[in-house]
């Protein structure tokens, strides 16, 4: 009977706290379980009982789906789907997250599995898909692998823009016009940057190949990427001063940081906890973000289907770290 | 524009802060603009009130019937919560009491919370009268821990249960809501039962003075009412606010029971 004596407490601790609060309650490790079962029932959490006090986290807290409602429609987890169609390129930049490279291995997933990925991707609340790599041009069946995709959602299609010739031309030509968007990276509006970090000579037939997809009439998002310092104003005139020339949309030029991932070595800390996912699929697993893919602590499962449990997993765990930053934000101080 | 109509609440928990935040920014924006104080005791809130400081008070029951007391009437109940139609009072006893209902307490000891707590110490009087018992009848162990904010807190009902399990009392009258918030039935169904519950009546109220005119509160009423559990933002005061899914429109009838606990016993209009 004495032991119910511990309800009391609870409710009179935790219940007095505030929201979000971590509450200590003096406690033995024999009341665990009624001390679980009135968290659950209260909506409070249990963090742990050990050395004689219960810690307890004050509810009430937001499920899964108020959490993913704050957060804007496009940007919530699972309404964009990353596919990785392979992992080798024509170049091998500094900074690549992927750290792709001539050399690297291909490792593409093929047009059948990513046929099956957007379906039942779309089944599952994905609205956008992105293809990435590597080079997605170097696969002779991209074509097919686009198709397949613009089919069920808009797609953008990833590229340094660099191998518009011959076969891959036609391959070009052969795509859908209707939802589907090119994205080419150009650094800077003059060589310097963008060739010392992708190599001499390749600002010249991006900026080709940005002329020839927009000749081709696609539509072509063009995004920069800078490391802090070197996107001064007067690159950021000269570079949208271009790309208006070129006929590119300004909505649709972008100046974006570079990543901590990959080659690069100084650029902004991301973590699982710090970005908001888009799930991601390699040939090897899927992942919480694409600058992320291939890093095994944000794996979130090796199988590729079903990838509806995985979307699913990436929510709950979003949801989940969502909450906990939410409370770690609430612990201010008046100074 | 009029200025934010301004709302008074008592700070009986910390929680209030975010509540009120939360509600003030929920009106934000819109037609029908609020502001808070915040007061440490239901006294001082109801002389503000009527004091014209504050234009909306959101009172207990006892506050309630003290407003309609003080100003003879003239005063209105705008809204509540759907939890204050229905609250109740709980009279429970260690578990394998035997007590069937109230009039078992003849010659007993039985833990109430602080006098000024219409659901744990005005009425279940009242309920104990009712059943024919009379002060000489039942011997009442008194647990006023927290005085002055009308049993909000919920800390003087946990002392009484507390009495009830040390055995020095043997029963206990609670409001149902701290009777649920300690799980008794589900947790505690080995140290507690409940024997006897009380009709349903009204706990609190958004009171203004009949002065107040409806331009000044009607949007804002119409607004409260239209607060969606539904929504995660609005969810979340909901829950800390107590509510089980909408703000509701006042049921004065309710509120007889203790009308007539507060004129029977004698409970001084002021304090
Ligand atoms: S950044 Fe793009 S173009 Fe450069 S190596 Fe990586 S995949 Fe290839």
């Not at chain 2, 100003?71 to 069937?100: E, I, N």
């Not at chain 2, 009039?103 to 009712?130: C, F, M, T």
Request: proline share 4%.
């Amino acid at each position: 009977m004495v032991t119910s004596g511990i309800v009391l407490d609870l409710v009179e601790r935790v219940g007095g706290a505030v929201a979000g609060s971590l509450v200590e309650v003096p406690a033995a490790a024999t009341d665990a379980d009624l001390i679980g079962r009135w968290c659950e029932r209260a909506g409070h959490r249990l963090v742990a009982v050990e050395d004689g006090v219960a810690r307890i986290r004050r509810g009430p807290f937001p499920d899964d789906a108020a959490v993913l409602a704050s957060v804007p429609a496009e940007r919530r987890p699972g309404a964009r789907l990353w596919i990785y169609t392979n992992f080798d390129c024509n170049l091998a930049c500094d900074y690549c997250c992927a750290k792709s490279s001539p050399k690297a291995e291909r490792k593409a997933i093929g047009p059948e599995l990513i046929e099956r990925l957007v379906a039942e991707g779309a089944d599952h609340g994905v609205t956008e898909v992105f293809l990435t790599g590597g080079e997605p041009f170097l696969l002779l069946d991209l074509d097919r692998i686009v198709h397949a995709c613009v089919e069920r959602a808009p797609t953008t299609l990833l590229t340094n823009g660099m191998l518009f010739r011959g076969r891959r031309l036609d391959m070009l030509k052969a795509m859908p016009r209707e939802g589907l968007a090119l994205q080419i990276s150009l650094d800077s509006a003059t060589p310097g940057l963008h060739d010392r970090h992708r190599g001499a000579g390749s600002w010249q037939r991006a900026l080709d190949g940005i002329r020839t997809a927009v000749g081709e009439g696609f539509r072509v998002r063009v995004a920069a990427t800078v490391a802090a310092g070197e996107s001064g104003a007067d690159e950021a005139r000269a570079f949208h001063a271009l790309l208006d020339e070129v006929g590119i949309d300004r909505d649709d030029q972008v100046i974006r940081p570079i990543a901590q991932r990959g080659f690069a070595e100084d650029g902004v800390a991301l973590t699982v906890e710090s970005l908001i996912p888009e799930v991601t699929v390699t040939a090897d697993g899927v992942w919480w973000h694409p600058v992320a893919a291939e890093h095994e602590d944000q794996l979130v499962t090796r199988d590729l289907f079903p990838l509806g449990a995985a979307i699913e997993q990436v929510r709950r765990r979003f949801a989940e770290y969502r909450r906990e930053s939410d409370t770690a934000a609430q612990r201010f101080t008046c100074a | 524009m009029d200025r934010p109509l301004l709302v008074g609440a008592v700070a009986y928990t910390p929680n209030v802060v975010p509540i009120w935040e939360g509600i003030r920014d929920y009106f934000a924006g819109g037609p029908a603009e609020m502001d808070f104080v915040l007061f440490s005791n239901y006294g001082r809130q109801v002389d503000a009130l009527i004091d014209g400081t504050i234009d909306v008070a959101w009172n207990t029951n006892l506050a309630w019937v003290r407003t309609v007391l003080q100003t003879q009437g003239k005063c209105q109940a705008l809204a509540m919560r759907d939890t204050d139609l229905k609250f109740r009072t709980v009279f429970a006893a260690r578990a394998g009491s035997g007590f069937t209902g109230l009039a078992d307490l003849r010659g007993r000891r039985v833990a109430l919370g602080s006098r000024d707590s219409a659901q744990a110490a005005i009425l279940p009087v009242q309920y104990l009268r009712e059943a024919g018992l009379d002060d000489e009848d039942v011997e009442l162990v008194r647990l006023d821990s927290d005085i002055g904010k009308h049993g909000d807190t919920g800390r003087s009902e946990l002392d009484a249960i507390r009495v009830l399990l040390d055995e020095d009392a043997d029963a206990v009258a609670l409001g149902i809501n701290t009777w649920d918030a300690i799980g008794a039935d589900e947790l505690m169904g080995d140290a507690l039962e409940a024997f006897w519950t009380s009709p349903a009546y009204c706990h609190c109220n958004f009171t203004a003075l009949d002065s107040l005119p409806p331009e000044r509160y009607g949007l804002w009423v119409e607004q409260l009412l239209a607060m969606s559990w539904d929504e995660p933002e609005h969810r979340r005061i909901m829950e800390l606010e107590g509510l089980e899914r909408a703000w509701a429109k006042p049921d004065l009838a309710r509120y007889a029971s203790l009308f007539k606990a507060v004129e029977d016993q004698g409970i001084s209009a002021r304090w």
